[in-house]
């Protein structure tokens, strides 16, 4: 696939009406939100009727399901989503007419001219640290703007139209639309490489990187101390003449993190930073949390906003959907579900669960998430999955992409028992397989933890409806 090359933007009220395709995804049904909340004439399809289409329809956008080229109306603006193909025939007609076309990020990118845009990249813990941002921000009265990739578990939204300067958004690096915002300060939490299909080599990955860090509107960069991936960009990001200030838990770190008390639910730990020095509390765990609220507190800082109000709000921040989000606990067993799909994330995900589950049973079900993906990290994710007691491996979600022979769940199964054995490691290629399996596996006390970019989200309450309905054990 392409990469997402940057567009010249207009403010929203410029662009005419606008129509958005797949409006119903959490990115862009909140990006619509904001153009029919500033009185542009917006409109939007889907496939399928859903929440997401329900709320936009009372906020005063007009939907649509399914997709007729007739839906277009009188729309001047076009906009899309990576996973609208040219086949659709709300597109193709636009491109008979000739109108504008935009990706989601140049409709975002036009919200956020004439703001303090912020934009949170890297390639993990994106969605947590611009949520964190916006919280912290919200709670220390700067009232700002958001976009994030997932809602928030405290308001049920993924967006927030404010009336303060700054301008929150996930920056998405997988297809290079993150190049697209207008940002005075760029979050960096880490820099591995991923998405190969799209940037083709791990050099160009990381590049991209510093092409957004470097930009023309960017002052400050925000970068981790630790990883060493992020570590590499610095020196270029310097020599253009960009502000940098580090976070994490090395001596060298700028706002630093010490005394880390992890387990259980949450964790704390002490950050000291410029003019600041003092306890951060937060009520989700894992060490990598702390590392991105230290992320969000820096940009609190750049913003102006003191230190000691930025630490307070921390204890506002409760997760996102489908980031170590509990499910149910359903006779003894408590089920999280989480996101992550890279071996880093499951590793980290993984032993941030082990500290939750304490002298229990970790039960891990992973859904490998593309077919690239999975050729290339298929051993690595068998490592990470080593972390759990008990591992169960899905079929492969393939999102956008064909099969490639030979590539299934079963390489990450086989990697999995390469490491802990074969009575540790089961596979199954379908979701209900999966639940049948998990349900005569776990026991009370177990923690699970269904993990993967798809649809492995579904598992969590079948197997707490499941378990609800049989009998005690």
């Known amino acids: 696939m392409p990469l997402i090359e940057p567009v010249e933007l207009l403010p929203p009220h410029a662009l005419g009406a606008v129509h958005f395709i797949a409006v119903g995804g959490a990115g862009m049904s909140g990006i619509a939100a904001m153009f029919g909340q500033l009185g542009v004439a917006t409109s ?16 005063g956008v007009r939907t649509f399901v399914g997709h007729h080229r007739d839906q277009l109306g009188d729309a001047s603006t076009v906009v899309v989503s990576t996973a609208v193909r040219e086949t659709n025939p709300e597109l193709a007609e636009a491109r008979r007419r ?30 947590t640290t611009s949520a964190m941002t916006a919280t912290l921000l919200d709670e220390a009265g700067a009232d700002p703007s958001y976009v994030v990739g997932s809602p928030l578990t405290t308001t049920g939204r993924s967006h927030q139209l404010g009336q303060g300067a700054a301008f929150v958004v996930e920056a998405d690096e997988s297809d290079g639309s993150y190049l697209q915002y207008p940002a005075e300060i760029v979050v960096i939490t880490n820099v591995e490489s991923d998405h190969l299909d799209n940037w083709g080599t791990p050099k160009a990955y990381a590049e991209g990187f ?32 960009k502000q940098v200030l580090t976070f994490g838990e090395s001596p060298q770190a700028e706002v630093r993190l010490t005394e880390l008390q992890l387990g259980g639910s949450g964790g704390s730990a002490v950050l000291s930073a410029d003019g600041d020095s003092g306890p951060l509390k937060l009520a989700v765990p894992g060490r990598y949390n702390l590392h991105n609220l230290a992320a969000a507190y820096a940009v609190g800082r750049l913003l102006g906003i003191d230190g000691a109000a930025l630490r307070a709000a921390a204890g506002a921040f409760s997760g996102t959907y489908r980031r170590f989000q509990l499910v149910a606990e359903v006779k003894g067993v408590r089920i999280f579900d989480d996101y992550a799909h890279h071996p880093t994330e499951v590793a980290a995900t993984l ?54 022979e030979g590539v299934t769940g079963e390489l990450v199964a086989k990697a999995a028992r390469a490491v802990v054995g074969a009575g540790r490691v089961s596979y199954a290629e379908s979701l209900d397989e999966g639940v049948s399996l998990l349900a005569a596996l776990v026991r009370p006390g177990d923690v699970v933890l269904t993990i993967g970019a798809g649809d492995v989200t579904k598992v969590g309450p079948k197997l707490a409806r499941e378990l609800g309905e049989g009998p005690d054990r």
């Open 210 to 241: 510093v092409r957004l860090a470097t930009a023309e509107t960017v002052s400050a960069v925000v970068i981790s101390a630790d990883d060493p991936g992020a570590q590499e960009l610095i020196p270029a990001i310097r020599a253009a003449g």
């Open 98 to 127: 000739g109108l504008r076309i935009w990706h989601r990020s140049a409709a975002l990118g036009a919200l956020m001219l004439g703001r303090r845009g912020v934009a949170v990249t890297g390639t993990h813990g994106k969605t």
């Open 44 to 59: 939007g399809s889907d496939q399928v009727t859903s929440d997401n289409l329900a709320r936009l329809e009372q906020s």
């Open 351 to 404: 032993t941030a669960a082990r500290g939750l589950a304490g002298e229990q049973r970790l039960v891990a079900c992973f859904q490998p998430h593309l077919f690239t993906r999975t050729r290339d990290f298929a051993e690595a994710f068998g490592v990470a999955l080593a972390i759990a007691d008990q591992i169960v491996v899905l079929g492969i979600y393939p999102a956008r992409e064909d099969p490639i």
